[in-house]
């Protein structure tokens, strides 16, 4: 199953100003996660059937280029999860929220490393040994800190 991914208009959020905020709505597993667009527009600028900014608008080329890239991000999120095989829309949000995400094992290196510079050479070879032993278990050369979950924990 594939995840849906809508631009939507919340009329629900409307401000003082008479703008309403557009996201991005990513349904996967009957499951809807929002995430929001810089995009603030009134209602009577949104066309609701294209999904998009109406060209009454003075702004609305660059307010859609905007939209447009943000869907774009989403939907290469959604491919890059359906190669893993973990689509769902808390995956798709986190991926195009946290773009800059830490590996697993470099953080840990990092962290045997400040040890070893404290002159603690058993803690060090423990959390090598612990290293080691995760790459093995993985039998991947890193791991993001987003595929830990619960199954990879317990085993």
Do not use: C
């Given at each position: ?60 080329s660059v307010l859609n280029q905007d939209l447009e890239a943000l869907e774009v991000r989403a939907k290469q999120a959604r491919a890059e999860l359906s190669l893993r095989g973990k ?69």
């Open positions: 199953m594939t995840a849906s991914i809508k631009l939507i208009l919340r009329k629900d959020k409307v401000k003082q100003d008479g703008t309403a905020p557009v996201y991005l709505r990513i349904t996967a597993h009957r499951r809807s996660r929002f995430v929001k667009s810089n995009v603030q527009v009134e209602p009577k600028h949104w066309n609701d059937q294209k999904r998009r900014v109406r060209r009454s608008h003075p702004q609305s689509v769902t829309a808390l995956a798709i949000q986190r991926e195009i929220q946290d773009k800059g995400t830490s590996s697993l094992f470099p953080f840990m290196e990092a962290y045997a490393d400040e040890w070893k510079r404290e002159g603690k050479y058993w803690e060090y070879q423990k959390v090598h040994v612990l290293i080691n032993k995760l790459k093995g278990y993985a039998k991947r050369k890193d791991i993001d800190f987003r595929d830990i979950d619960r199954q990879f924990l317990v085993g």
